[in-house]
């Protein structure tokens, strides 16, 4: 499991986040007869596919508002950054296999009905999601007779990409604000600061603190490869940083292409290999925060001289378009 992973599911181990998951993105109004007081971690492990167990799903249970016996409803996340074609076999497994314990453990009676499993799987990479979201979906075609004994289980996926930002912005919801950062190109600090708003609370002190570490040592680190970023522990100190070091990260970004580039170059014995170097750099950072580039846009780094290549490498920092770097010019 990758660090940021990691950190996001430290994230939603507070039940704030999973509250504002649930009311912000689940859909329904049978959300409001959830007791959200009644929210605890489950500790149980899930089998792996070696007969091991994998204790880094993200799982909750909270009970129904006025229900004398406990209906659970258990939340599991799977937090992905790359299009996993067999998800549903995942999920499938992960979901029979906390049923299995529930049903062997001591709250479990003789004649009582199962709580409800609500698998969500929160993406944020940059490709569109084209798995398929039943398991049934990814069985060969049956006779009609077979087919009512098939399985049927169904994800609930959350893409930060397919939300607008000025959407996510409305909602005023704090893992709306983590989306809207998934997705934005650049450094866009309006999310961080609506983030700080949403959470300056005494009861989110803890929360707040864990926001600030993901976003320096995690969220910023994967959009600037390369670049020392200050940490922080205080989340509204996140923003005034970005803002002062904005400069000194494109000069570090700079230096770092020359770096390179120099080493590109004594490698190769020639000037051009020093130009290489610093086109590679540059064609490595637009691709991690825009995706696949155009073969223009290669042709146009790759081709480019030095000067133009260190120019557009300071733009870069804060740029949340291409256009914005090649052309310097805002959208």
Request: proline share 5%; hydrophobic share 40%.
């Amino acid at each position: 499991m990758g660090q940021h992973d990691s950190a996001y599911k430290l994230l939603f181990s507070y039940p704030h986040l999973v509250e504002s998951l649930l009311r912000g993105f689940v859909p329904g109004d049978w959300i409001d007869r959830l007791d959200f007081q009644s929210l605890e971690t489950v500790s149980e492990a899930h089998p792996r596919d070696n007969l091991g167990v994998r204790y880094d799903d993200v799982i909750w249970r909270l009970g129904w508002r006025g229900s004398d016996s406990w209906v659970y409803v258990y939340l599991m996340l799977e937090l992905q950054s790359t299009v996993e074609s067999f998800m549903a076999v995942r999920v499938l497994d992960y979901a029979g296999g906390l049923y299995r314990k529930i049903s062997k453990s001591t709250e479990a009676q003789r004649g009582s009905l199962l709580p409800v499993v609500l698998p969500v799987v929160l993406y944020r990479g940059q490709r569109a999601w084209t798995a398929a979201m039943d398991i049934f979906d990814l069985i060969a075609p049956a006779p009609s007779e077979v087919t009512p004994y098939l399985p049927h289980l169904r994800y609930l996926l959350i893409d930060a990409n397919a939300f607008p930002a000025d959407r996510l912005a409305a909602m005023h919801n704090p893992v709306a604000c983590l989306l809207w950062l998934e997705a934005s190109r650049g450094l866009d600090t309006r999310p961080i600061d609506e983030l700080d708003q949403l959470l300056d609370v005494p009861d989110h002190a803890d929360l707040r603190r864990a926001c600030a570490l993901w976003l320096t040592q995690v969220f910023l680190p994967s959009r600037l490869p390369g670049v020392t970023v200050k940490q922080v522990k205080k989340l509204e100190e996140v923003s005034p940083m970005i803002a002062e070091n904005a400069i000194d990260w494109s000069a570090q970004w700079r230096e770092e292409g020359r770096h390179e580039g120099r080493q590109e170059g004594r490698q190769e014995g020639r000037q051009e290999g020093r130009q290489e170097g610093e086109a590679a750099i540059l064609l490595r950072q637009l691709t991690r925060r825009f995706g696949t580039l155009s073969p223009i846009v290669e042709d146009r780094v790759r081709t480019a001289d030095a000067e133009q290549l260190l120019e557009w490498g300071d733009r870069f920092v804060a740029a949340t378009s291409l256009h914005q770097i090649f052309d310097g010019k805002a959208d």
